[in-house]
């Protein structure tokens, strides 16, 4: 088992789709849009999780399919901050995996000039609470 970071493909549609509908609980993190088909998804990712100046998203992989995101966004040059989120779908949660992404972006962004990181989760979902105090971020 290989897990890595890397950008968003066309070719994630299928697996963000497989995401979407296998885990319920992540409509929430994607703002209301329906990932319900292939091209629904392919649009999504053209859209909303490029690798922009103010925004960042990758692929968390698990052997090159996708089975999340970590990201930063309202990333502020002129003030070094960014906000930092992620997802895994249902199957891949409890592995780690989300806990050295968000460790994995945080350094790097730290390393390009970034001087704080905000992040937020839901207060009902001790999970999402965990992957965060496990990758390093503070209460």
Not at 16 to 24: K, T
């Amino acid at each position: 088992m290989t897990v890595e970071l890397r950008p968003w493909t066309f070719e994630d549609a299928p697996a963000l789709r497989d995401a979407y509908r296998q885990s319920p609980d992540l409509k929430t993190q994607f703002a209301g849009a329906d990932l319900a088909t292939v091209d629904q998804a392919r649009d999504y990712i053209g859209v909303q999780l490029p690798l922009t100046a103010s925004r960042r998203n990758w692929a968390i992989t698990d052997d090159g399919a996708a089975a999340g995101n970590a990201g930063l966004s309202a990333i502020d040059r002129r003030h070094g901050t960014a906000w930092t989120y992620y997802w895994l779908k249902s199957a891949a949660r409890g592995l780690g995996y989300a806990v050295r992404a968000l460790a994995t972006i945080a350094a790097a962004a730290f390393e390009d000039g970034l001087l704080l990181l905000e992040l937020g989760h839901r207060v009902n979902n001790l999970a999402s609470c965990k992957v965060a105090t496990n990758a390093g971020f503070i209460p």
